[in-house]
């Protein structure tokens, strides 16, 4: 929206400047036809030479106003471009900066999370180790019951026999 402004104000003052040229060459043009014309009334000519002056003056000092209003509007935006510009790319970088510190997180909290894993893993491992140091453990201990008590049950037999 600004770039639009800023190219219609180039344009009014690059119309305006040409204008002002116009000016300047149909009163250059009306000094040339008098000098040419000697015949005609001199009081005449001098009052319309005056007046067309006159009338070519105020269109110039117009011309050069609307050209420094347009000039005054050209800076203007171009002040207001800038001004965006720079707070576009200010919000640019900050959304940037946060990105990367949303990436530094990440990949911190990954890291984090994978060491849990490994030790949850770690643990895991030692417990299965642990159950079966203690299911190898009940089974010897089934066994020896067994034994003892295929001991017991001969032993009472035995007894029984005597």
């Known amino acids: 929206m600004l770039e639009l402004e800023l ?3 180039r344009e009014s003052e690059s119309h305006a400047l040409e204008s002002n040229q116009n000016l300047q060459a149909e009163l250059l043009g009306n000094s040339i036809k008098t000098l040419d014309d000697p015949q ?3 009081l005449l000519q001098q009052n319309v030479e005056n ?3 006159q009338k070519l003056n105020t269109k110039l ?3 050069k106003l609307e050209v420094g209003q347009l000039r ?3 800076d203007a935006a171009e002040v207001r471009y800038q001004e965006e510009y720079i707070r576009s790319t200010l919000q640019i970088r900050g959304v940037y900066e946060q990105v990367e510190h949303i990436k530094e997180k990440s990949c911190q909290r990954e890291v984090e999370l994978e ?3 490994k030790k949850m893993k770690a643990d895991i491992d030692e417990l299965r180790a642990n159950l079966m140091d203690k299911e190898t453990e009940k089974r010897n201990i089934f066994e020896e019951n ?3 008590n295929l001991n017991i049950d001969k ?3 035995d007894e029984r026999e005597s």
Do not use: P, V, W, Y
């Open 40 to 42: 005609d009334d001199k």
């Open 155 to 157: 032993n009472r037999s």
């Open 7 to 9: 190219t219609d104000c």
């Open 51 to 53: 007046e067309d002056i």
């Open 146 to 148: 067994e034994g003892l």
């Open 115 to 117: 060491e849990k894993l």
């Open 72 to 74: 005054s509007a050209l």
């Open 61 to 63: 000092n117009f011309a």
